[in-house]
């Protein structure tokens, strides 16, 4: 089965094609994929504006689409399903994507299912042969969420955790704004941490002892007084770039303990990580060192496929079309959805 994939719930326009008849070849099941990021549109105002944002993704989806088949070597009439990103995110943004994906498969009379953009994320680490095994808890760490569920199948999710104020990847966005780096803040923390030492400042971890639910805001006013603190010399290169490893290195140690905690609580020996901070290099090898400890494994996709695409749709979509699922004509979509 041959699945188009399309992801519309923010500042990325993300098409791609799963072909499950191709899951053991070297692609893994992913035939071609067409990213198209707004970041430079948003850049101008410090932060995605949501109009803005929608008259983007339908500028670029019919375009994105042909470029798409003409890489995949494919004709619009070769698509078996649709399937398109639902909600959490932008109203606007959302509906672009999935009235395009809706009339598209109306248009070549196959079926169409609108995807939950988290389940995307969860799910993609399982696209390719050899995917973990269910039962596993799954951290999903984005821009907007932070959540540890056990998942027990496609569509079991049980919720163990959660951030009760900010989520990972936005605590290192403002993190980055205060140290002057660019949206998205995430890579750009990771790469100037590179050259700091994690151990320089003492960062607080926030409800390390309390449960399985996270909080990130206090980190930022914590970055900002250490800024504040060496004002002066926090033009000095070295400072910065400890400043930056110290504040990943609280927000990974807060992460990892938390998912010890949940595969211990859960009783489970397989963590699955994804969203876009699951694509930091620190946090990977951290996880790898201290769930080797406990005979636990972590499992987790590629880069690319961690922050926003339409690889994560289109697998999300055939896992839900072969559970026999699938979205009427009516085309709605939840910019504020619960997992
Ligand atoms: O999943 P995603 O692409 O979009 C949402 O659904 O939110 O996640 C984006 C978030 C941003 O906050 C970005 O700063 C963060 O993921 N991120 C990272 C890294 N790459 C992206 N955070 C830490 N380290 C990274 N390497
Ligand atoms: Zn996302």
Redesign the pocket.
């Known amino acids: 089965m041959k699945v188009l994939g399309l992801e519309t ?2 500042d ?1 326009t993300g098409l791609a094609i799963f072909d499950s008849e191709q899951i053991n070849s070297d692609n893994q099941g992913l035939v071609g994929q067409v990213l198209y990021s707004q970041i430079e549109l948003h850049a101008l105002y410090g932060g995605v504006v949501p109009e803005l944002a929608s008259r983007d993704h339908i500028r670029k989806l019919v375009p994105l689409l042909n470029e798409l088949l003409e890489q995949c070597d494919m004709k619009k009439s070769e698509i078996d399903a649709i399937a398109y990103t639902k909600g959490p ?1 932008l109203i606007g943004a959302l509906m672009t994507g999935a009235l395009f994906g809706r009339s598209l498969a109306y248009g070549l009379d196959i079926p169409a299912i609108g995807i939950h ?2 389940e995307g ?1 969860l799910l993609a680490p399982l696209m390719g042969a050899n995917p973990p095994a269910f039962p596993f808890v799954s951290l999903l ?5 932070t959540l540890l569920i056990a998942a027990h199948g496609v569509g079991q999710y049980e919720i163990l955790g959660e951030s009760i104020d900010d ?7 403002k993190a ?1 704004k205060m140290l002057g780096l660019p ?8 790469k100037l941490a590179e050259t700091g030492n994690p151990d320089a400042y003492a960062l607080p971890r926030p409800m390390l002892h309390r449960g399985l639910d996270f909080s990130f805001s206090g980190m930022k006013t914590a970055v900002h007084n250490l800024i504040k603190d060496t004002e002066g010399s926090d033009s000095d290169p070295q400072v910065r770039a400890d400043i930056a490893a110290s504040f ?1 290195h609280a ?1 990974v140690d807060t992460l990892v303990k938390k998912c010890v905690k949940a595969l211990k609580q859960a009783g489970m020996s397989r963590l699955v990580i ?10 990977r090898e951290t996880l790898e060192a201290e769930l080797d400890k406990i005979n636990a494994t972590v499992h987790y996709a590629p ?1 690319a496929l ?4 339409g690889a994560m749709i289109a697998y999300a979509g055939f896992e839900r079309l072969q559970a026999g699922q699938s979205d009427d004509l009516a085309v709605s979509c939840i910019p504020r959805w619960p997992m």
């Open positions: 719930s923010c990325e995110g953009h988290m994320h760490v984005s821009g907007g969420h989520a990972a990847g936005e605590c290192f966005d980055a949206y998205p803040g995430g890579p750009n923390i990771a990943q927000v994804a969203g876009g901070v699951s694509a930091n290099t620190h946090l880069p961690c922050t926003d695409n």
